[in-house]
């Protein structure tokens, strides 16, 4: 059972127009909290706390995440829970809002007395809840962002990363894209903070792989007009594109490259459904669109074929990135939690941090070093698209160990400890 | 624009080449975009937050009708007649009562309106982009004097062009566009002359949305469709207006160029200082001559 707190949206769908807007951004609190703090509920229900973006810019991601949630607290309580107990989820919208979410994160504490918190967040609020779950000593993991701020600068013991960083993404990718296309690279990313992490990352990576960067472009966050950047690429005629953008930024870019005639095969660091389909069907036609990427439907495993499919069947639709890495992340936990000897802040960060095994997309494990998840990577391509759907193929498997930094690595940048 | 390689001469022509034919293209939306927030601050004294909103609604109105029809010039005739619309109900519904009350009032309640109108764009069309293919007659491009530009984008200036004459010929020339302009001026003697002066302020508000919704439904195919595009838009359509001056058409037109035409050159000459250009020019406009570039009569004796 998933209950969920009253968001901004239910509250505008429920009332209309005019009235609304002093009620615009309330949220209150559903569901019987046993008011315990600091985690752990202390009865025969194990609470599990998400705190995601729902609405605002990332809104698009709220179907998958939601459904994916809520079809994975199912799928517990079906097998009968974890360590016997009933799981109750909890869902909160953090609006995109830092201080929104950190807000959500303490109410989840406080209010429902979670056991565990999960996030699916922008950096700047992922880490403002993984500092309220240090303080409050609640083991949180995250689902969405890698950025290298958290990994560094905000880890604390309690604090999981389940994504990989944005230079395991950049070592994935690159790789692929000189040996598939060839060595000359234009890069074009956002011009903020993650932005140049994700053009650095990239850089290094291509280079390492025997590539060159011949040019590089930068361009607001939200930039629409990408005339005078495909002007650019078309004049250094590069093997392919190194792409940062995520949201409305990659359909603008998309769509004036395809107007212009290019078709350089672009490689986007993250490429999130909801987004890139607004592009259209024909800029997939004409141009190589590939990712590197943690997870698509089309991932070779039993049982993610069965996930795929009672997805489909529920939702009318395939999982999305986001639906992946919300039921895989918090899966991964719940199975740790299920071989721990209790519920307890301190148990259950034991029982995390040294846990391996099988998750819907085949093998997972927790690093104790830097308590981040380590997997296989893919290199997917979109295949087509319509009007409602992107189509992956994934065209290579690269193993963890060759993409992830090592320990040494980065315990070795880190300013913050895990221990 | 596809630039031919030739020598170190043709590298600059190809740099200034370049330049204009993105500015311009650029500039012509921010021109198209903001001529209606500023007909409605001109005539009416009104800031309207909720300018994007309308241009966002406009194009998912087109795109609508786009998906049942599919023919782009139904789209455009639906978003104007949706923008409209949504101006005209917002005029009489949530303006008009707080003509007698301070300016705060009308930005608090716009500023709402746009946050309702983005939810409700998100629950009747979704949350995620939607693809609004750019119609197969204007897509392609175009090959001139050895350099080749995007179809829709020519198209783009010269509907901008022509709309925005349109515009500036209905107000100046036309009867109707002469009564609106003298009721904003003596309310009093143009009731006594038998005209509806209320009717003219409902007019004027859903003409400017409309042209918020036209420059949405034509923005649209080329920049992408989704919920927050009129909030990713309104902070440079707001330079423009400030830069061109609050209430000028004149302004308008000057200011979307210029920005549009300066960003370009900035993306290519000092690309880590291209986004900041508009907000220079608008800091130094503020500091330097407050009321704008053509900031002093206004749209009425312009």
Known sequence: MVREGLSRRDVLAATGTGAVVGLAGCSSDSGNGNGNGGGGGGDDVFRVGLVAFQSGPYSAFAPDIQDAFEMLIDDWNDMGGVQGMEVEGFNRDSEAAPETAIQRAQELIDSEGVDMLATFLSTDEDGGVMNVGGRNGVPTVTCATGARLLVDEQCNPYSFRAPTSTLTK??????????????????????????????????????EAGGTVVDQGWAEL???????????IQDADPDWIQFGFAGSGAVAFMTEAQQT??????????????????????????????????????????????????????????????????YRHIEAALRAADGADGTGPDTLVSAI????????????????????????????????????????????????????????????????SVE | MVLPHNTLLQISVDGIVQGLYSGISFGMILVLTAAGLTLIFGLMGVVNFAHGELYAAGAYAGFVLFGVTGNFAVAVVAAVIAGFAIGAIMEVSIIRPLYDREPLYQLAVTFGAAIILIELIEV??????????????????????????????????????????ALWLFLTKSKYGLIIRAAIFDTEMVESMGYDVNRAYTFIFGLGAAYAAIAGVLVAPLFGLFPEMGAEIIILIFVVVVVGGLGSFKGVIVAGLLIGIAQSFGQIYVPWAAEAIPFVLMVAVILYRPQGLFGVEGVFTE
């Open chain 1, 170 to 207: 950049a070592k994935a990718g690159a790789a692929g894209g000189v040996d598939l296309f060839g060595e000359e690279v234009f890069q074009l990313n956002p011009d903020y903070s993650w932005g140049h992490e994700i053009q650095e990352d990239w850089e290094r990576t291509i280079e």
């Open chain 1, 222 to 232: 939200g930039a629409s007009d990408f005339s005078t950047h495909v002007g650019a």
């Open chain 1, 261 to 326: 005639g290019i078709d350089i095969p672009q490689f986007h660091h993250v490429a999130y459904e909801p987004t890139i389909l607004g592009a259209g069907s024909s800029v997939f036609d004409e141009t190589r669109v590939y990712t590197p990427t943690e997870y698509t439907y089309d991932i070779d495993t039993e049982a993610n074929q069965d996930f795929v499919d009672r997805f489909e069947s529920e939702t009318g639709r395939l999982p999305g990135l986001a639906a992946g890495q919300a």
């Open chain 1, 353 to 416: 941090r040294e846990w391996s095994g099988e998750v819907i997309s085949g093998e997972y494990n927790m690093r104790s070093c830097d308590h981040q998840a380590s997997y296989p990577m893919y290199i997917a391509e979109v295949d087509s698209a319509d009007d409602d759907q992107i189509y992956w193929s994934v065209e290579e498997t690269i193993p963890a160990d060759e993409v992830l930094a090592s320990c040494d690595e980065v315990t070795g940048r880190m300013e913050c």
């Open chain 2, 124 to 165: 009747i069309i979704g949350p995620q982009s939607q693809p609004f293919p750019i119609p197969d007659l204007l897509s392609g491009s175009i090959a001139v004097a050895g350099y080749t530009f995007g179809t829709y984008r020519i198209f783009l200036i010269v509907a901008g062009g022509i709309l925005v004459t």
